[in-house]
């Protein structure tokens, strides 16, 4: 009997986790927990006993994108120029933040602990896969020394949650990820 009940949780979440994808994607980290168990066939007992918060339901409908942005920071970590290599990345990250509805939410931070990052996963992920780029360009020189890989997850979030009602969010995203990045000075 308990072999059949982690079964039909197993399958719950999955079925969940999926309705959930489509809901943020839809709607944004505001999706509503109701509708998304009301689609999923469960209760909202049942979700909030697979996802107690909405940040753990955000984090793991991001989990795949958060993934691929660690995959490609590990792949950009042989990259010649540290400077290049680590703006490619946030570059990236802007973009997923602004396209994966859900996922600029699933990175901010909510003020709950004394830990920005470490109280959550999807930062605490990206900080560990962004560390060695970051170090690296701190080392060459390319980047001021106090800055953390915490301070570019804020700025891309910042940049995405500010651009998401934009005519177009991206072009948006990504010119003040370009101002941010050069500064206020006028090109010589």
Known sequence: MSERLRSDARRNYARILAVAEEEVAARGAGASLE?????????????RRHFPTRRALLEAVSHKRIDALGARAHD???????????????????????????????????????????????SATLEEAAGPL????????????????????????????????????????ERLFRLTVTGLRPEA
């Open 76 to 122: 950009l970590a042989a990259h010649d120029d540290s400077r290049t290599a680590l703006l490619e990345w946030l570059s990236e990250v802007v973009a997923y933040c602004v396209s994966a509805r859900g996922l600029a939410a699933a990175l901010s931070y909510d003020g709950a602990g004394a830990d920005p990052v470490h109280e959550n996963s999807c």
């Open 134 to 173: 970051l170090r690296r360009a701190v080392r060459d020189g390319a980047v001021g020394a106090g800055v953390t890989v915490a301070d570019l997850i804020a700025l891309s979030v910042g940049i995405a949650l500010a651009t998401e009602h934009h005519a177009d969010p991206a072009a948006q995203a």
């Open 35 to 47: 509708q998304i168990a009301r689609t999923a066939g469960v209760g909202s007992a049942t979700v």
